[in-house]
């Protein structure tokens, strides 16, 4: 696994400087596989947009690198622990989402998100009888619409 991590971070640290911007990839182990992790002094530019641009690192790299045999774990990149305080935020928003579909009995749909983000909002709800999530539309313009049930 290491040495596919190495290759990974390689490739990002070229992207990155090819780029011109002020960014260093890092190898960091965890219990699922590996992250990369990406610091430096252009990390607004990489989390600008919804980290935009971080997303599509990472979806590019798991396109290329998720091709090796025998290699099918996720390899996820984060920046300042980015993606855990998006995963809270994400959460919340999904809990105040619910509850306004609760009392008002009204569907509720979230602007376009990416897979992950998604997921992450099926997930908080999934245990809540009192309403249901689905996922709606067709690529980028794919949302999640609470329902009450």
Do not use: W
Not at 64 to 69: D, L, Q, T
């Amino acid at each position: 696994m290491h040495d596919i991590g190495a290759e990974v971070v390689d490739f990002t640290n070229q992207i990155l400087s090819a780029g011109g911007l002020d960014l260093t990839a890092e190898f960091e182990s965890t219990e699922d596989g590996f992250k990369v992790q990406i610091r430096g002094d252009d990390v607004a530019v990489l989390l600008a947009r919804n980290a935009e641009m971080l997303d599509a690192i990472e979806y590019v790299c798991n396109r290329i690198f998720n091709r090796e045999p025998g290699h099918d774990n996720r390899i996820v990149f984060d920046s300042g622990n980015y993606r855990a305080r998006r995963e809270k935020e994400l959460r919340l928003m999904a809990e105040k989402a619910a509850e306004k579909v609760r009392t008002s009995h009204v569907p509720f749909s979230f602007d376009p998100m990416s897979p992950n983000e998604r997921r992450i909002i099926h997930l908080a709800l999934v245990s809540d009888d009192s309403v249901r999530t689905e996922s709606l539309g067709d690529g980028i313009d794919r949302k999640v619409t609470i329902y009450p049930v």
